[in-house]
């Protein structure tokens, strides 16, 4: 079966990228999953495949999966690059994250985060958490159009 | 000085001064022109020390805050990673392993998930002392209503009978009220677990002049020898196995009544019930600790006002 749309997963502590990708196959996403282990990576991966969007849209993933604490450029920092580019301004991005501290609420909604989702502790949960997540973002969400190169 | 100078009081006016010896001093400034008489009356309080705690209490809360953003990021992350790698494990393994084996694994699991509760009753406990604060008009009876029905909902097999007095408000914030009600009624709730036909019941007494707000159920109570634990962050005076739970809920309910100037104390026997009385300031502050006094008890009978310092958060 092909994927029916990519993900990118901004994430840099590795057991977490791996429970992700379990957590995807765990509800049948069929989907490509794209890492990025830093905020600079992220934007590096975004910037060309939005830039690419006219002779590549398949690679201009679904939705991003955005930690928000990251080394260097942060989570936060990665949104706003990425709501002040043209070229990514309409990306779908999840703030996922293990705070639910209201500053970190409120600075995610502020440069326009599209939803913002805590990861919980029990697993059993974090997989319905990706679940929901993935079946909105890649199966019931009409994704932006991509913009004319 | 234009103030003054126009014939209005200046209140409250703060200003830094140097000492001779290079050290900094607060002033607060009360003055009032007498135009008629050419004078100018001001008085002058010195604050420092009152300054100087603020300043101290700021570098604390800013700690208090980076604490807070660290145990949110930091601490969650690899509890994650226990039970979802057990998990992998059970589900990979688990037929190699027996009977015990698997056992200790569901152990390790549970007792991921449960520190995984204990930091987040953690950081509920510290947002309530960071938070700040918003006061306006609350109508009490209509936030216990709402929890009331909220634990209803929640558990509906249950049949436990609400008596909320009506008309009781308060100036308070809202949201840290609405904390302290869940947590309240949410332990009357859980205490009254054993009992068919419970009574829980919200109301408020009027004590020198101040309401005094109170939540009282007919469940399980306490030992009042234990009452110094009760208001302690993760002091639990029952099994977790009788009655779950992180032993936060009273904890939380004392620093959100502090926060408004307020006291909290409690009234219980062992099989009888509690009562938690609180306050919302205004009343006469005379440095008394927060307590816990038991009721129908020999020493309560003796001595009704005797105060037992309890043990602080």
Same mark, same amino acid.
């Given at each position: ?149 | ?152 909902? =929640?558990?509906?097999?249950?049949? %436990?009978?609400?008596?909320? @007095?009506? +008309? ?5 914030? $809202? !949201? /840290? ?80 009544? =502090?926060?408004?100037?307020?006291? %909290?104390?409690?009234?219980? @026997?062992? +099989? ?5 009385? $609180? !306050? /919302? ?33």
């Amino acid at each position: 079966m092909n994927p029916i749309g990519a993900i990118l997963l901004v994430e840099d502590d590795t057991d977490d990228v791996d429970l992700t990708r379990r957590a995807i196959q765990k509800n049948d996403l069929r989907c490509e999953i794209a890492i990025a282990r830093s905020g600079q990576e992220a934007l590096d991966y975004l910037v060309a495949a939005c830039a690419n969007s006219g002779r590549n849209p398949a690679g201009v993933p679904r939705v991003v999966l955005l930690d928000l604490k990251l080394p260097k450029v942060d989570g936060i920092a990665v949104l706003r690059h990425l709501r002040t580019d043209e070229r990514t301004r309409r990306l779908p991005v999840v703030a996922l994250t293990s705070s639910n501290e209201q500053e970190d609420i409120l600075a995610s909604h502020a440069p326009g985060v599209n939803s913002f989702v805590r990861k919980p502790v029990n697993f059993s949960d974090f997989v319905k958490a990706i679940g929901i997540l993935g079946r909105y973002w890649l199966q019931l969400n009409e994704p932006p159009p991509v913009p004319n190169p | 000085m234009r103030t003054l100078e126009a014939g209005q009081p200046v209140i409250r006016f703060e200003s830094r001064y140097r000492a001779r010896d290079g050290s900094y001093r607060w002033l607060v400034w009360n003055a009032a022109p007498h135009v008629g008489e050419r004078l100018v009356r001001a008085v002058a309080h010195d604050v420092t020390e009152r300054k100087q705690a603020e300043l101290a209490l700021q570098l604390t809360n800013q700690e208090l805050e980076t604490f807070s953003y660290s145990v949110s990021h930091d601490l969650r992350a690899p509890l994650r990673g226990i039970d979802g790698f057990s998990q992998a494990l059970e589900e990979y393994c688990g037929e190699r392993l027996d009977e015990t084996g698997r056992r200790h694994l569901e152990r390790i699991r549970a007792a991921a998930r449960r520190m995984g509760l204990l930091i987040d009753a953690l950081l509920h406990l510290s947002r309530v002392s960071r938070t700040e604060l918003r006061t306006g008009a609350v109508d009490l009876s209509a936030l216990a209503r709402m929890v009331a029905r909220e634990l209803q909902e =929640r558990d509906p097999q249950r049949s %436990v009978g609400f008596v909320i @007095a009506e +008309g009781v408000t308060a100036r308070g914030d $809202f !949201t /840290l009220l609405r904390v302290a009600l869940e947590n309240l009624l949410g332990n009357a709730w859980k205490f009254t677990g054993k009992w068919e036909d419970a009574r829980i019941e919200f109301g408020v007494e009027t004590a020198g002049g101040w309401p005094v707000y109170m939540v009282r159920d007919h469940g399980a109570g306490f030992d009042m020898q234990y009452a110094g634990k009760l208001f302690g962050p993760f002091l639990r005076l029952h099994e977790a196995a009788e009655f779950p739970g992180t032993g936060i809920g009273l904890a939380t309910v004392q620093r959100v009544v =502090r926060r408004h100037g307020g006291r %909290v104390r409690a009234e219980s @026997a062992l +099989g009888q019930g509690t009562a938690i009385h $609180f !306050t /919302l300031g205004g009343e006469e502050q005379d440095g008394k600790e927060d307590v816990a006094v038991g009721a129908k008890t020999k020493e309560a009978n003796h001595e009704p006002n005797r105060r037992h310092p309890a043990r602080r958060g």
